[in-house]
């Protein structure tokens, strides 16, 4: 079954970076590679949004909010995805985390721990 393990969330001061990793545990890169990845976020009280997406570098999408600031990556290689954080606001607080999605543009996996990025003064 597939593992989604996030991590690199931290506490940091607002204008701050933070480059975070999901590497897709038990997953063949031939399943790994082919898919659309994204990158999630919860705030409190806050339903979970889709911030970041990718299929290869030249198709890259990213949410208002985050554009121009955030920068997804992947190493199909190694099964990892990032997601490189720069001028983080405090309204990026947030658990964040990544997942597939499927045709639909819905989840395709059962979600990972996430990791917490605190941003904050």
């Known amino acids: 079954q597939v593992q989604l393990v996030e991590s690199g969330g931290d506490l940091v001061q607002p204008g701050g970076s933070l480059r975070l990793t999901c590497v897709a545990a038990?997953?063949?890169?031939?399943?790994?590679?082919?898919?659309?990845w994204g990158w999630y976020r919860q705030a409190p009280g806050k339903e979970r949004e889709l911030v970041a997406s990718?299929?290869?570098?030249?198709?890259?999408n990213y949410a208002d909010s985050v554009k121009g600031r955030f920068t997804m990556s992947r190493d199909n290689a190694r099964k990892r995805l990032f997601l490189q954080m720069t001028n983080l606001k405090p309204e990026d607080t947030a658990v964040y985390y990544c997942?597939?999605?499927?045709?639909?543009?819905?989840?395709?996996?059962?979600w990972g721990q996430g990791t917490q990025v605190t941003v904050s003064s």
């Open positions: 990718m299929r290869t570098d030249s198709d890259r």
């Open positions: 038990r997953m063949i890169t031939s399943v790994f590679n082919p898919n659309l």
């Open positions: 997942n597939a999605l499927n045709t639909a543009n819905q989840p395709k996996y059962n």
